[in-house]
């Protein structure tokens, strides 16, 4: 069982918006604002999509933003495209001894 | 550009120790703005964070794998090392090297991943 919680599944059509939650505590999520996301496609490396909750690396499209409330983080892929069709992992600092932690992941289908 | 490639064998017997190595390219791994991390993913599962080590020498494990982890570094080669004792069918995972970003604590570069599996 992941430490972070995440839906296993959502869908939405080319041009829609979903947004994918991840929900922990204030040990996790809550306590630190060093939430990130990863896009795996099949076979592949995760990719780093989102860190420090909403910070966007170089070269990932603005379609992608991250916020938090409470404990629970959210993924929010707007204008969706049939290449977004991936798994999703959110991931947070944990403090000093659990150190990072990650969701069970999200299979993202474009309709 | 940073790079990490893991190496190590794809298959291991049970309760035998598992010893995979990450090499750093493009990049020096004694930087003191980055911890270096393994992380795992049973096939069809989701990742599991193993532990991390800072240049130095300093480490963070897994509580859940900690009996079981070392990880060390070998600045001199710009590599890294993984070892997991007792392995069993459980520990079956492609498993990945990281560069934790220390700022930000995350895992910014990852490697392309090997699969390990625990058979006899």
């Known amino acids: 069982q992941s430490a972070l919680t995440q839906p296993p599944s959502a869908s939405g059509s080319p041009g829609q918006s979903v947004t994918i939650s991840c929900t922990g505590t204030s040990s996790d999520v809550g306590g630190y604002n060093y939430v990130s996301w990863f896009q795996q496609h099949p076979g592949k490396a995760p990719k780093l999509m989102i860190y420090e909750v909403s910070k966007r690396p170089s070269g990932v499209p603005d379609r992608f933003s991250g916020s938090t409330s409470g404990n629970t983080a959210s993924l929010t892929v707007s204008g969706l495209r049939a290449e977004d069709e991936a798994d999703y992992y959110c991931s947070s600092y944990a403090g000093s001894n659990n150190h990072v932690v990650f969701g069970g992941g999200t299979k993202l289908t474009v309709l | 550009q940073l790079q990490l490639q893991e190496s190590g064998p794809g298959l291991v017997k049970p309760s035998e120790t598992l010893s995979l190595t990450c090499t750093v390219s493009?990049?020096?791994?004694?930087?003191?703005?980055?911890?270096w991390g393994w992380i795992r993913q049973p096939p069809g599962k989701g990742l599991e964070w193993i532990g991390s080590?800072?240049?130095?020498?300093?480490?963070y494990y897994n509580p859940s794998l900690k009996s079981r982890v070392t990880i060390s570094v070998d600045t001199s080669k710009n590599q890294f090392s993984l070892k997991l004792s007792s392995m069993t069918a459980a520990d079956t995972a492609a498993y990945y090297c990281?560069?934790?970003?220390?700022?930000?604590?995350?895992?910014?570069?990852w490697g392309q991943g090997t699969l390990v599996t625990v058979s006899s």
């Open positions: 080590i800072y240049y130095g020498g300093s480490t």
């Open positions: 493009g990049g020096s791994i004694s930087s003191s703005s980055y911890y």
């Open positions: 990281a560069r934790l970003w220390l700022q930000f604590l995350v895992f910014d570069y």
